[in-house]
């Protein structure tokens, strides 16, 4: 009896561990949307940036993204568009700047 007891025990723990690689390698792959709108505009793929750009400026607003956003609609001919989420970035950081936006991309 206590023989098998031992065994759950060692079983249910060697489970605990491996549930506890699985939820840090699922959240190892799932990046913000940010990351990788980042990514998408570096690679110069403007449309995929702008849907992960809005997906995050609903959640966090934030002057960078809401910048970067702008630039990336200013490259896809929207420039109505990008004027407005321009003017958003800076209502958030009226010190926003091109090379501040450049110095932080260059960070990633």
């Known amino acids: 009896m206590k023989k098998m007891m031992r065994k759950m025990l060692q ?3 060697v489970l605990m561990i491996f549930g506890s ?7 190892a792959a799932e990046e913000n949307p940010y990351d ?4 998408a505009y570096l690679q110069k793929d403007y449309k995929t940036a702008v849907t992960y ?5 609903e959640k966090k607003p ?3 993204a809401y910048y970067l956003l702008g630039y990336a609609l200013y490259k896809m001919k929207k420039h109505a568009e990008s004027a407005k989420y321009f003017d958003e970035a800076y209502v958030l950081d009226p010190n926003i700047s091109p090379l501040s936006v450049k110095k932080k991309l260059e960070k990633k």
Not at 36 to 39: F, I, M, P, Q, S
């Open 53 to 57: 750009l809005r997906e995050y400026v």
């Open 21 to 27: 690689f699985l939820s840090a390698a699922f959240a």
């Open 36 to 39: 990788r709108a980042v990514e």
């Open 62 to 64: 934030d002057p960078y």
């Open 11 to 13: 079983a249910v723990f």
